[in-house]
C-alpha cells in the first residue's frame, strides 16, 4: 500500500515556523506527515535547511513526499479544493467527526504553533482537538491521521527507497536495495528477477515491510535446506530463492486469502517467469483445490503446489510465523481450529513426501 491509495489525501498546513528557532520541530512535523501517509506539507516561511533534510529522507527511503515553504497561509486554506482542519486543543473532538472527515475528497490540515491567527478557528471547516490539554502538534497530527486511516501506517511503502527499515525485536534491521527502481530494470518477457531485483519488486510494488521481512526469512529458510540437501536432487536454486522472496507480493493488495491469486496476476503483469506467477498463485496453506477455491471466493482452479520447487515454498512459508521458524505443529494446529483438516493433511502429506525426497528433518532447521 502506498501514500497514494489513501483516502481522502491529506496535505498539513505548517504555520507559525520559525527557521532559527523550529528546525527540529517542523521538520518532525514534515517527517511524521510523510510516514503517516500525507501527501505534502506546506510551510509559511521559506526555509532552505528543511527542504534539504525533507529532500534527503525521501531520495534515502522512497516515496513522493512533497513539501512547499514560503507560502502564504491565508490563500492556502481559501483556495484550497477541499475541506480545511484545524488541529486545536480549543476544537471538537475527533470522534464526532471522523467518519464524516473519512468522507471528503481531500483535507488540508493546519497545524499551528504557540500562537494561531482568530481568522485559521473562523475559515477552518473543522476545529478539531485531540484532546483539551496541552500536547504538542506532532502528537495531535500523528493521532489525527491514525485515526482519520484507520492505523495503515505500518503497512505503508515507499517506492523508489534506497533503504527499507524491517520490525526487529532487538537492535536495528535495515535492507539498503541496490537493483535500480522497478520501472528502470530491463525486463524481458519471462525474465527471472534475481534476489536484488526481487526485492526492488518487493518494495516498489508496495509490500509493508512485516510481509518484506517474512518473505526474506523464507529465502533464509531455503537457503539453509539447500546446504543439506544433496547435490543429486534437482532444484532450480534460483527459481526456489526468488520463488521464496516473491511469494507473498500479493500482500501489497491484500492480507485475505485471495493474496496468492493476486500476486500471480502482479507477476505476470511484469512478465516474469510463469513458473514464479504459480508459486505465488499455489502456495496458500497446503494448496486450494476447486472446491475450496470456490467455497473461499476465488476463481474456481487447482491452486495445489505441484513442483517440487512449488511445495519446499510452501511447506517453509507453513513453517514461519511471522519471521520466525516453527515446528508445523503450529500450522496444523491453527487449521484445525479453523476446521479445514483438509488442509492439515495435505500439508502433512507435502512434509513426509519433501523429508523422504530431499533426505532431511525439516524440525531440524527451525533451530
Given at each position: 500500500?502506498?501514500?497514494?491509495?489513501?483516502?481522502?489525501?491529506?496535505?498539513?498546513?505548517?504555520?507559525?515556523?520559525?527557521?532559527?528557532?523550529?528546525?527540529?520541530?517542523?521538520t518532525h512535523v514534515a517527517l511524521l506527515a510523510r510516514s503517516f501517509g500525507a501527501r505534502g506539507v506546506l510551510v509559511d516561511r521559506r526555509d532552505e535547511r528543511l527542504h534539504q533534510t525533507v529532500?534527503?529522507?525521501?531520495?534515502?527511503?522512497?516515496?513522493?513526499?512533497?513539501?512547499?515553504?514560503?507560502?502564504?497561509?491565508?490563500?492556502?486554506?481559501?483556495?484550497?479544493?477541499?475541506?480545511?482542519?484545524?488541529?486545536?486543543?480549543?476544537?471538537?473532538?475527533l470522534r464526532w467527526h471522523v467518519k464524516e472527515l473519512k468522507d471528503e475528497e481531500r483535507l488540508l490540515v493546519v497545524v499551528g504553533a504557540e500562537k494561531v491567527p482568530g481568522w485559521v478557528y473562523?475559515?477552518?471547516?473543522?476545529?478539531?482537538?485531540?484532546?483539551?490539554?496541552?500536547?504538542?502538534?506532532?502528537?495531535?497530527?500523528?493521532?489525527?491521521?491514525?485515526?482519520?486511516?484507520?492505523?495503515?501506517?505500518?503497512?505503508?511503502?515507499?517506492?523508489?527507497?534506497?533503504?527499507?527499515?524491517?520490525?526487529?525485536?532487538?537492535?536495528?534491521?535495515?535492507?539498503?536495495?541496490?537493483?535500480?527502481?522497478?520501472?528502470?530494470?530491463?525486463?524481458?518477457?519471462?525474465?527471472?528477477?534475481?534476489?536484488?531485483?526481487?526485492?526492488?519488486?518487493?518494495?516498489?510494488?508496495?509490500?509493508?515491510?512485516?510481509?518484506?521481512?517474512?518473505?526474506?526469512?523464507?529465502?533464509?529458510?531455503?537457503?539453509?535446506?539447500?546446504?543439506?540437501?544433496?547435490?543429486?536432487?534437482?532444484?532450480?536454486?534460483?527459481?526456489?530463492?526468488?520463488?521464496?522472496?516473491?511469494?507473498?507480493?500479493?500482500?501489497?493488495?491484500?492480507?485475505?486469502?485471495?493474496?496468492?491469486?493476486?500476486?500471480?496476476?502482479?507477476?505476470?503483469?511484469?512478465?516474469?517467469?510463469?513458473r514464479l506467477a504459480k508459486v505465488a498463485e499455489r502456495h496458500i496453506g497446503a494448496g486450494l483445490d476447486e472446491e475450496d477455491a470456490s467455497r473461499l471466493g476465488l476463481p474456481p482452479k487447482r491452486?495445489?503446489?505441484?513442483?517440487?520447487?512449488?511445495?519446499?515454498?510452501?511447506?517453509?512459508?507453513?513453517?514461519?510465523?511471522?519471521?520466525?521458524?516453527?515446528?508445523?505443529?503450529?500450522?496444523?494446529?491453527?487449521?484445525?481450529?479453523?476446521?479445514?483438516?483438509?488442509?492439515?493433511?495435505?500439508?502433512?502429506?507435502?512434509?513426509?513426501?519433501?523429508?523422504?525426497?530431499?533426505?532431511?528433518?525439516?524440525?531440524?532447521?527451525?533451530?
Amino acid at each position: 500500500m502506498f501514500p497514494e491509495d489513501l483516502k481522502p489525501p491529506v496535505w498539513v498546513l505548517r504555520m507559525g515556523h520559525r527557521p532559527e528557532r523550529d528546525k527540529r520541530v517542523t521538520t518532525h512535523v514534515a517527517l511524521l506527515a510523510r510516514s503517516f501517509g500525507a501527501r505534502g506539507v506546506l510551510v509559511d516561511r521559506r526555509d532552505e535547511r528543511l527542504h534539504q533534510t525533507v529532500e534527503e529522507v525521501v531520495k534515502r527511503f522512497g516515496g513522493n513526499f512533497a513539501l512547499r515553504s514560503g507560502v502564504s497561509p491565508k490563500r492556502e486554506v481559501e483556495n484550497f479544493p477541499g475541506a480545511v482542519v484545524h488541529l486545536t486543543m480549543y476544537g471538537e473532538p475527533l470522534r464526532w467527526h471522523v467518519k464524516e472527515l473519512k468522507d471528503e475528497e481531500r483535507l488540508l490540515v493546519v497545524v499551528g504553533a504557540e500562537k494561531v491567527p482568530g481568522w485559521v478557528y473562523q475559515k477552518a471547516d473543522y476545529n478539531i482537538s485531540i484532546s483539551q490539554q496541552p500536547h504538542s502538534e506532532i502528537s495531535s497530527l500523528a493521532v489525527f491521521l491514525h485515526e482519520l486511516y484507520g492505523g495503515v501506517e505500518e503497512e505503508l511503502s515507499f517506492p523508489g527507497a534506497r533503504e527499507v527499515i524491517l520490525p526487529a525485536k532487538k537492535g536495528k534491521k535495515v535492507i539498503s536495495l541496490e537493483a535500480p527502481p522497478l520501472s528502470e530494470l530491463k525486463k524481458e518477457e519471462g525474465w527471472i528477477p534475481d534476489e536484488k531485483e526481487a526485492l526492488r519488486i518487493l518494495v516498489d510494488v508496495g509490500t509493508p515491510p512485516a510481509v518484506i521481512s517474512h518473505c526474506l526469512a523464507a529465502m533464509e529458510f531455503s537457503k539453509d535446506l539447500l546446504a543439506r540437501v544433496s547435490k543429486n536432487v534437482k532444484i532450480d536454486e534460483r527459481l526456489l530463492l526468488v520463488g521464496s522472496l516473491l511469494h507473498d507480493v500479493g500482500r501489497s493488495r491484500s492480507h485475505g486469502i485471495d493474496h496468492g491469486v493476486i500476486g500471480g496476476e502482479l507477476l505476470r503483469g511484469l512478465g516474469v517467469d510463469e513458473r514464479l506467477a504459480k508459486v505465488a498463485e499455489r502456495h496458500i496453506g497446503a494448496g486450494l483445490d476447486e472446491e475450496d477455491a470456490s467455497r473461499l471466493g476465488l476463481p474456481p482452479k487447482r491452486y495445489v503446489p505441484e513442483t517440487l520447487e512449488e511445495k519446499i515454498i510452501t511447506h517453509i512459508d507453513n513453517m514461519l510465523a511471522d519471521s520466525e521458524r516453527v515446528p508445523l505443529s503450529t500450522f496444523l494446529e491453527r487449521m484445525r481450529k479453523r476446521g479445514l483438516e483438509k488442509v492439515a493433511r495435505r500439508a502433512l502429506d507435502i512434509q513426509m513426501e519433501l523429508e523422504t525426497l530431499l533426505d532431511i528433518k525439516f524440525d531440524e532447521l527451525i533451530g
